[in-house]
């Protein structure tokens, strides 16, 4: 009897996590099966790699409308996240920036299981999502974490707890490990005149250019720290990031009785992607192991707050509710992009930030700001895209 495979949907298929993710499948024609590809890459790279990934992977002859670019328009490809329109068991949401927030909606409400590599949705749209999947047991049982740091989390928490009431008794804090960036240990004076180019000289990742300069500022680990929050039901009190620059573990869970579990394996993406898509089964030989016979240097050092304060806007986001989240990812991105047409300087991104935070009035886009509605969430959204192109 034939093996039944694992169906696929890829949005973002040609990013960074959307190429990995295809030479997993790749390695491994017996568990999986291509059922639905998505890309939005303008350059003409992206779309030659994106035809060649529908040739190989949906066959010359049996595109049947599940490969889709951009030119498509955005409805299609939130269409390709509807299991019940591609067949798919799983839905790897690899797109990045908040774009990502409706294809995920798109997955769960459709009864999907999402592999989870767009953290925007989680740190935008958690309130929602929490709502929509139950909370609890059901979170990770729906949604399977890419992110290297919340897939060592997952992994260290497996086997060790029976349920989400059982793991808040047992657990008593998470951490999350960050490699420190390009810029660890620089002074502020120092970073006054970076260019894009070294922002984008990450020393450990491989990824797109908008978290690689998240990974610079350190607002990727501000935003996992929110996607955490949200994921494992644990308060921001108790979730803490140290600075680990070999990145071999890729993150840590203390339990109440001074245990501390780390998930620890070689800097790799092929790993947490794996595992997403075929949980709760592990494939054979993704990556080469450590190895123990070699001597690792395993050092960790405190955050530098003061120089990085991205973590501390993200717990105050938290603490102010739901809808600071998404101003603060929102007027993130904007600086970002501004930051790479070299309109402002390095460190003017997290201070535009915290401006938009200052300024922010919840109750002007929310009937009730502590649970607001998806309708109110794109409101917010679509008012800092047209801020954000009046800038251009």
């Known amino acids: 009897m034939s093996k039944v495979k694992r169906k696929v949907a890829i949005l973002g298929s040609t990013g960074s996590i959307g190429v990995q993710a295809l030479e997993v499948i790749a390695q491994n024609p017996d568990e999986f099966e291509v059922v639905a590809l998505a890309a939005g890459g303008a350059s003409e790279r992206s779309k030659s790699l994106f035809r060649e990934q529908c040739d190989q992977f949906l066959g010359l002859n049996n595109h049947n409308n599940t490969a889709l670019s951009a030119e498509d328009g955005f409805?299609?490809?939130v269409k390709l996240a509807d299991t019940n329109s591609t067949g798919a068991d799983v839905v790897?949401?690899?797109i990045a920036g908040v774009v990502g927030l409706e294809p995920s909606i798109r997955a769960l409400e459709s009864g999907g299981k999402l592999a989870l590599a767009n953290k925007e949705s989680?740190?935008?749209g958690g309130s929602v999502i929490t709502k929509l999947v139950g909370g609890g047991d059901e979170m990770l049982t729906r949604i399977h974490p890419v992110d290297s740091e919340h897939s060592a989390i997952w992994q260290c928490i497996q086997g060790e707890v029976e349920d989400w009431h059982d793991a808040k008794r047992k657990v008593r804090k998470l951490i999350l490990t960050a490699s420190g960036g390009p810029f660890r240990g620089m002074t502020r004076s120092e970073l006054v005149g970076v260019t894009v180019e070294q922002a984008l000289k990450h020393p450990t990742w491989d990824m797109g250019p908008l978290v690689t300069i998240n990974s610079a500022t350190l607002m990727n680990k501000a935003l996992e720290l929110i996607e955490a929050h949200y994921l494992f039901n644990i308060e921001p009190a108790n979730i803490e990031v140290t600075v680990h620059p070999q990145s071999i573990i890729h993150s840590m869970v203390e339990y109440i009785d001074g245990a501390t579990i780390a998930q620890k394996s070689p800097p790799s993406m092929?790993?947490?992607i794996a595992l997403a898509l075929s949980y709760p089964q592990r494939i054979d030989s993704i990556e080469p192991a450590l190895d123990w016979n070699q001597t690792y240097d395993l050092h960790f050092e405190p955050?530098?707050?003061?120089?990085f304060p991205a973590l501390n806007i993200a717990r105050e986001c938290l603490a102010a509710g739901p809808l600071f989240?998404?101003?603060m990812n929102a007027a993130n991105e904007i600086a970002v992009n501004n930051f790479i047409r070299g309109a402002i300087g390095f460190l003017d991104i997290i201070d535009s930030v915290r401006a938009a935070?200052?300024?922010?009035?919840?109750?002007?886009?929310?009937a009730n700001p502590t649970a607001p509605t998806l309708a109110e969430i794109k409101?917010?959204?679509?008012h800092f895209t047209n801020m954000s192109n009046r800038q251009v």
């Not at 955050?303 to 120089?307: A, H, L, S």
């Not at 935070?357 to 929310?366: K, Y």
């Open 92 to 94: 790897l949401n690899g």
């Open 122 to 124: 989680i740190v935008v």
């Open 303 to 307: 955050v530098d707050n003061d120089i």
């Open 379 to 382: 409101n917010l959204l679509e």
């Open 270 to 272: 092929k790993l947490p």
């Open 325 to 327: 989240p998404v101003v």
């Open 357 to 366: 935070l200052d300024t922010f009035e919840p109750n002007t886009f929310s």
């Open 75 to 77: 409805e299609s490809v």
